[in-house]
């Protein structure tokens, strides 16, 4: 007979008191905001590094020791941790990783497990895996949040929104090729040592912050010449990463393009939100109702901050959508109950762009997406039939899926993109107007 | 000034040259083999020559196409994309076109250039997605199966009679259909007419998504030109009349010349930028397989001592052992004598029928030694059971049994075998003497011999001279281990960013090897010795291939044994087992009866029952007036007249029966119309009782089958989507046709909460799919949609909220009360059927038991029990002699228990139950049913095989989709049988 063991991973727990030894690795996603968050982790003792390692080794060793079927985000991240470990550039007795849960009916709450796995069949059981998540899930494993804490990382992600978005509308534009790379690097230290002392997350001291980044910006001289407006939504991480989405923001800029990437702060209002409107389509408990509901409304007024902040220099900036306009816009499209993975939300994100002069958009996802089959490739269809112009492309990403394929195809919407720049410019400003008038309807959040 | 457009796509290079006045003077088409450069030079002076230009003189230029892109970025000169580029030829050139249909090399598009409500000029385009190959590489890789020309494949299908159902996902998959259709003899005709139509089920299905094609249709490109048959399956598919115009070829080209530019060049500066251009890329590769010739010398030396014993057939005599190997591609003969020596074989391509050649065989054999007498004759393969019916042999066996056999007398301790063959990964672990764990390779990842043979073919090489240019490549191209269609995109890429042939053979070679490492076998540990074994033998034709068992040995870091008959080891294995078995004389057909022998096939559909089985009828005639048939294509033995041997112990039949005793009662509110697909086939008994009660007539749609699929796959949004959410547009549609008030699909997040896991959710795609319904099916408009979001997990919030949205969407007065009293007894039925289903199963495996049966757990998910969607599984297991129950069956025995996974979905806890529950009963095996796209499943299988490997249980996947013949998931049953029975 051959010898039986158990296949449950009992990964080693992370003690608090190891942070003092260990290096903490955790994956990159949104570049601009994980800086920062990364300095908090450092404020509170943390040693953690944002892992960089790219390169081929890093989806071979996700083919390695993932299923190949599983989504191509866990593929990345756990293959880039694995790749790391290999380099000998860490003390393998002093290190840890960190992996975030989000814990949907989504295959992603399963990523802890499936990186879990893979240490094991690669050698490493003996590095401590911590799940950073808000849900109560895999409580031995769980990095301790503390309330400050908690703030702290919200803020970052809302100032790292701002930064983001600014940046992607001034850096096509501007005279002097790097001035806005200078303001977010400027910004980003400035913020974080706020943060570290216990600064810059009140409400005033945020919107005096966000008013100065927004002069800033502004101050960048720029010089104003037609682009092909671009949006990008999808799965988040694919969203985002440029590891993930072969650096797609990087294509489309070559591509004289000014692209929109939407914020995250929607994705964790909705993740919020989500908890309500389970309790108000199947019942539930009032007080987590009344939790989630105050929750929503301190981000609500963060929004608000960045929003005047936005409206100081009005004309300079196109303004997002609130978490409430967003909502209002798939009222008759999509299901609020459409809630794993992206949900609604990624529905929303598209319509948003196409509100506001985004009307061409890339839809990434990981090949063989699960939520994406329904609130991306799923809405399409309809999204097109409300707004004839929306010009959508979906991109499958994949260890397989080739780079040159999936410029062909995003040329093809640019060409169709860049045709339309010629011909109706002046059609699609009185259009952009009578749009954003529509785009006041909200919904109750 | 001429205006020079180059299209290059991934297998041709196409040009048109436009005048001053607009005129098409020039344009030419041809295979470039990946010669991008060289072919283009040809081409430019070529055009210099035709008219009188020197290199001083301007022309404009624009380039196109897939392969194009990365080319004219190289050489700084202007691009175009190809869809756009065909819309500028077609406004010129075909104005009044509504819709063009384009099929390329490897792309396939679909361009609206009309709206669909408006009629207005617009443009609306589709390209197919990176995984759907349905196109000419297709074509041209499903003609070599066929062992003809593309051409001759047109020619072909002029005559066919009837359609055989072929996967249209991609290449992988339609031929894992095609060749156990060849090997039970369906007539080319049919076949290639049958390729074709499933061609244009790709395009439609994949592409379409939602939108009909109308009006007046262009056909543009190569396939489309070239295959006059191709064009009439659109034609008949789509109801229209298609037109595909004068340069059909060149429209991207001449879009490309059309696209406005404002640069000129000089020719000699095209020519000059085509000659210096170097790439910008670079491209990942590995270490070269063979530093230098020396170990490539010491590699064959010591490859060479591993040899089977030979004897001399002339002066052997007495009895002798005859195994054949009819496998996809080849037919393998094998003669031993009684010691095991191997006296005489062939190994030969078999051009998709095998019967002429074993014929041929055997004749020449009886002719040539006259000395010899067959003792016993087995055969095995994909061929094997025509082979056993045509020649009357006295066995069959599964092709697992057969390389074991042969492993094992070459050398004894071996503990893992390795086969790569034409169309088969097969690996198994030996443990005890006995196959203890079975890896086959799953149909989207066959990165088999074949894969390596198209891929020589393409690029114009024998598959010898291809393989043997790899050898000393000095940086492979690393091309990931994916399967053949991602393949084809990595290797176009790689040729992009420079690889030269010699590496890109290589490359392939090691994908061969990474794709069986760690798709198939799913290595888990860098130690090779625990992952595979000790004493690992590789065989099968494609480790010929020298850079392929290189790449297997330097991937695994350890020395291989490869038998020098290496692609013969099938047939030498069932000899083997001939000889372990032989009686006094062989059943096989003597010389005099060969001499007579003839073989008619014929195709017919089965009237037996209604799943209207397409049956290929073989009929074998000694000459004496002596005929047997052989029937093949079918799910049960209603044809083939045999009394069943198989056990009638078949849960899966027994749900469905329960599922069709649901019947509409009229009533008072009208008729509400019930898809049963996905979480209906669980819930039905629910929601029918509820809305029964609730006065409705409730209508069910049919179980699912073959029209019903195609008749809603027009509004399929996402092609990668698994199979069972496809079918459910094909629902949708048929209730429609029945004129229902309303269809209740709800919406549901949560399912029931059996406390198994540590959540209840339902995959996404089961939860939301009414959402993908109402967005994308344009005639649901018209009818009453209810997909709200329910929660039947919480009964007293469930009630409330039924009562308030009925109300809403019917304006009547459903009180509350009422409600309520219908939900207690919705629940009630639905508790019920689950109790008779579990009592029932519980009766199966005491009757299996008594009758000494094994028991095979089939789990999946409730709507794997579709048989559209299981394909007669069940019925394959049960005919082998098992009973088959579900998981939902056995897992309410368990409580809920640590995982190693999150384990949130009611169905898939219900996997893990099943798989924990078999740990201690030896009678009782699991087999898991996984559709193809199922992201979660990339999860449970990793897990329920854990469960299983924990307890010293063989686990066994099966992948399906739309795949409809069942052989590769035979091989699998039976070999799971084997392993379990020895």
Known sequence: MKELKSHIIASRPFKDEMKKTYTILAPDMVHIHFCILKNIFLSYGYNLEILSNKGPAVAEEGLKYVHNDTCYPALLVIGQMIDALNSGKYDLERTAVLITQTGGGCRASNYIHLLKKALRKAGYENIPVISFNISG????????????????????????????????????????????????????????????????????????????????????????????????????????????????????????????????????????????????LYGGSKIKKIVCKALLAILRRTETIMHKALDEYKGHYQKPATYAELKGMVKNVIGYGAKMGEGWLLTAEMIELVHSGYENIVCAQPFGCLPNHIVGKGMIRKIRTIYPKANIVPIDYDPGATRVNQENRIKLMLAVAAERLRSDDVIKETELHTSKEKSKETAEV | MLNIGLDIGSTTIKSAVINEDGELVFDSYERHFSEIPPKATALIKNIKNKFDLTD???????????????????????????????????????????????????????????????????????????????????????????????????????????????????????????????????????????????????????????????????????PLTFHSQLRKAFDTTLGIKGFCPKNSLSYVAIGAALAPQEKTYKIGEILKAITERRSSRSYKFAEPLFADEKEYKEFTERHSLDKVERADPKTADGNVYLGIDAGSTTLKCAVTDKDGKLLYYIYRSNSGNPVPYVLEFLKNFYKEYPNLKIAAAAATGYGEEIIKNAFSLDFGLVETVAHFYAAKHFKPDVDFILDIGGQDIKCFKIANGAIDNIFLNEACSSGCGSFLQTFAGALNYSIEDFAKLGLFAKAPVELGSRCTVFMNSSVKQAQKDGATI?????????????????????????????????????????????????????????????????????????????????????????????????????????????????????????????????????????????????????????????????????????????????????????????????????????????????????????????????????????????????IFYPCMTYNLDEGLGDNHYNCPVVAYYPEVLQANVKSLAKTKFIYDYFGIHKPKEFCKKFTEKMNEHFGVGFRLSEVKKAVSDAYAEYFDHMKKVREKGAEYVDKARREGRHIIILAGRPYHVDPEINHGINKLITSLGAAVITEDSVSYEMEKFKVGVLNQWTYHSRLYAAAKYIANKPDMDLVQLVSFGCGVDAITTDETRAILDSEGKIYTQIKIDEITNLGAVKIRLRSLFSAIST
Not at chain 2, 98 to 113: M, N, Q, R, S, Y
Not at chain 2, 609 to 619: G, P, Q, S
């Open chain 1, 137 to 280: 899930l895999e409580k031995e494993s769980s990095l301790k949040l503390s309330l400050p804490m908690l703030v702290k990382f919200i803020t970052a992600l809302c100032y790292g929104d701002l930064l983001m978005l600014l940046k992607n509308q001034t850096e096509p534009y501007e005279t002097k090729k790097g001035e806005s790379d200078k303001v977010v690097s400027k910004w980003v230290k400035i913020l974080s040592e706020q943060l570290k002392n216990g600064k810059g997350w009140m409400p005033a001291a945020l919107e005096k912050n966000m008013k100065e980044i927004v002069k800033d910006f502004v101050a960048i001289e720029r010089l104003i010449a037609p682009k092909i407006k671009v949006g990008i939504v999808g799965e988040i991480y694919v969203k985002y990463s440029s590891l993930a989405n072969n650096d797609l923001e990087d294509f489309l800029k070559s591509q004289n393009c000014e692209i929109n990437v939407p914020g995250i702060m929607g994705f964790i209002s909705f993740k919020i939100d989500n908890r309500i409107e389970d309790i108000k």
């Open chain 2, 56 to 222: 001083d003189d301007d022309v404009k230029i624009c380039i196109s196409g897939s392969a194009g892109m990365g080319f004219a970025e190289d050489i700084g000169f202007p691009f175009v994309q190809e869809v756009y580029a065909t819309r500028t030829a077609v406004l010129k050139n075909a104005p009044e076109t509504d819709t063009v249909i384009e099929l390329g090399g490897e792309d396939a598009k679909i361009l609206f250039l009309t709206g669909e409500e408006t009629g207005e000029k617009e443009l609306e385009v589709r390209m197919n997605g990176s995984c759907a190959g349905g196109t000419g590489a297709f074509i041209d890789q499903m003609a070599t199966l066929l062992g003809i020309t593309p051409d001759e494949m047109d020619n072909e299908a002029k005559s066919y009679e009837k359609i055989y159902v072929i996967a249209s996902r991609c290449g992988v998959f339609a031929k894992s259909d095609i060749q156990p259709l060849l090997n039970q003899g369906a007539r080319i005709p049919d076949i290639s007419a049958s390729i074709f139509y499933a061609v244009v089920n790709q395009t439609v299905a994949g592409l379409a998504q939602g939108r009909q094609i109308k009006g007046n249709v262009l056909y543009l490109g190569g």
């Open chain 2, 502 to 742: 010699d590496n890109i053979s290589a490359g392939l070679s090691m994908s061969v090897v990474k794709n069986a490492l760690y798709k198939v076998i799913r290595a888990t540990t860098k130690d090779a010795t625990v992952a595979l074994g000790k004493h690992i033998v590789v065989q099968g034709g494609t480790f010929f291939n020298d850079a392929v068992l290189r790449a297997f040995e330097k991937e695994i870091g350890m020395n291989v044994v490869r038998p020098d008959i290496a692609g013969l080891m099938g047939a030498y294995g069932a000899a083997l087992y001939a000889q372990e078995r032989a009686g006094e004389k062989s059943t096989v057909l003597g010389l005099e009866e060969l001499e007579n022998f003839k073989h008619e096939v014929k195709a017919v559909t089965c009237k037996g029952c209604t799943n209207n089985c397409k049956l290929t009828i073989n009929t074998f005639e000694n000459g004496e007036g002596e005929k047997r048939r052989y029937i093949a294509g079918n799910r049960c033995d209603f044809p083939t007249g045999k009394k069943n041997e198989g056990s009638k112990l078949d849960l899966y039949e027994y749900k469905l029966k329960l599922l069709s005793e649901y019947k509409g009662v009229k009533g008072s509110k009208g008729r509400i119309g019930i898809p049963l697909v996905l979480n209906m086939y669980e819930l039905l008994p629910f929601w029918h009782t509820l809305l029964t009660e609730l006065g409705f007539e409730v209508v069910v749609s049919p179980f699912s089958n073959r029209k019903l699929y195609l008749e809603g796959q027009q509004s399929i949004p996402s092609d990668t989507v698994c199979f069972p959410a496809k079918l459910v547009h094909g629902h949708i549609e048929a209730l429609l046709k029945e004129g229902v008030d309303a």
